[in-house]
């Protein structure tokens, strides 16, 4: 059983920047960010490997963003620069047994917070 609270979402304007956390408590869990815009279906942003610490991010997001993990403190962060208003979404942490951009393997979620960007 694991449990994801997912934070730090809000406004921001076009180049501007924003961190989102994720805590996790439970077993440990590969964790992803993923996104849904409105009439748009979730899709993997981010992932990060707890083993090797390997990352993915989707193709429209690379350099821009980055995932990481503090073991220490069982958080996951997305920091996210040069904000485009594409970026705006609800954007949800997620824990699975396998490092994967799939949705479908992931079996727990967090609530989502929104992410919205201004021209």
């Known amino acids: 059983q694991v449990q994801l609270v997912d934070s730090g979402g809000g406004s921001a304007q076009f180049g501007g920047s924003l961190t989102l956390a994720c805590a996790v408590s439970?077993?440990?869990?590969?964790i992803a960010w993923f996104r849904q815009a409105p009439g748009q279906k979730r899709g993997a942003v981010s992932c990060?490997?707890?083993?090797?610490?390997?990352?993915y991010h989707r193709d429209s997001v690379k350099g821009r963003f980055t995932i990481s993990r503090d073991n220490a403190k069982n958080t996951v962060l997305l920091q996210m620069n040069d904000l485009k208003p594409e970026d705006t979404a609800v954007y949800y942490c997620?824990?699975?047994?396998?490092?994967?951009?799939?949705?479908?393997?992931?079996?727990?979620w967090g609530r989502g917070t929104q992410v919205t960007v201004s021209p």
């Open positions: 997620a824990a699975s047994l396998y490092y994967t951009p799939v949705s479908t393997r992931y079996d727990y």
């Open positions: 439970g077993d440990t869990w590969q």
């Open positions: 990060i490997d707890f083993s090797d610490g390997r990352t």
